[in-house]
């Protein structure tokens, strides 16, 4: 928790225009991958879980410095329901349901590379929380997992903004998301077993950036 007001009151501070010409608000969506994860189950066993496509939406607030540097503050959800599970590497268990989802609360900082043109690229990092939340994991007749941790994440971001109007911009980048291990404790079903469980994801997101 004192990660995540940390990380808050960083956004805020970003938010708050000291200049009015550089201050942005970007607005986003797209669609990507949660990784392959796995948790313990009946103290020795494990759960290997695979991820159908994820949904990607957010919203970032940031400050251009007019020398190629930016700052933001960003909050995004991604949301992916689970495709499949096995048991120790066997067979994808038939009716396998869950959902793999996740919001993070970053603080970025990019580098824009000036074209002389309207299409600038750009590349960026990002540090701070993401709440993971691995629910209603389960197959037919047993739940096996629905817990969540907020852990310390950070990203790789890459991509283009092309002008389109005055103020308004349109970007499209990469998103490389990577978490510290979730603490997460499997259903009572299934022997209340506590692991440490991987987040990782990537994401093609397009969005509108508004300068005032």
């Known amino acids: 928790m004192s990660r995540l007001i940390c990380v808050a009151a960083l956004f ?3 938010a708050s225009p000291a200049a009015a010409q550089g201050v942005y608000i970007d607005l986003f969506a797209g669609t990507g991958e949660t990784d392959d994860t796995n948790f313990a189950v009946l103290g020795t066993s494990r759960i290997d879980t695979a ?29 992916a329901d689970v495709d499949t599970h096995r048991l120790d590497g066997g067979a994808p268990i038939d009716g396998s349901f869950g959902e793999g989802n996740s919001v993070s609360l970053f603080a970025n900082v990019f580098y824009d590379f000036e074209t002389g043109s309207s299409v600038t690229p750009y590349v960026g990092l990002g540090v ?43 970007r499209a980048d990469l998103r490389l998301v990577e978490a510290e291990d979730a603490s997460l404790t499997s259903s009572a079903a299934t022997n209340s077993t506590s692991s440490d469980v991987s987040y990782s994801a990537y994401d093609l997101t397009v969005g509108v950036r508004y300068r005032f």
């Open 12 to 14: 805020l501070v970003m």
């Open 51 to 79: 991820f159908d496509n994820t949904f990607t939406y957010g919203i970032a607030v940031g400050y251009d410095f007019g020398n190629a540097w930016r700052v933001e503050g960003e909050l995004t959800r991604r949301e």
């Open 128 to 170: 701070g929380q993401i709440g993971v939340d691995y629910a209603n994991f389960g197959v037919p007749g047993l739940d096996a997992l629905d817990d969540d941790d907020d852990v310390l994440g950070y990203q790789f971001v890459a991509g283009l903004a092309v002008g389109i109007a005055e103020n308004w911009d349109f």
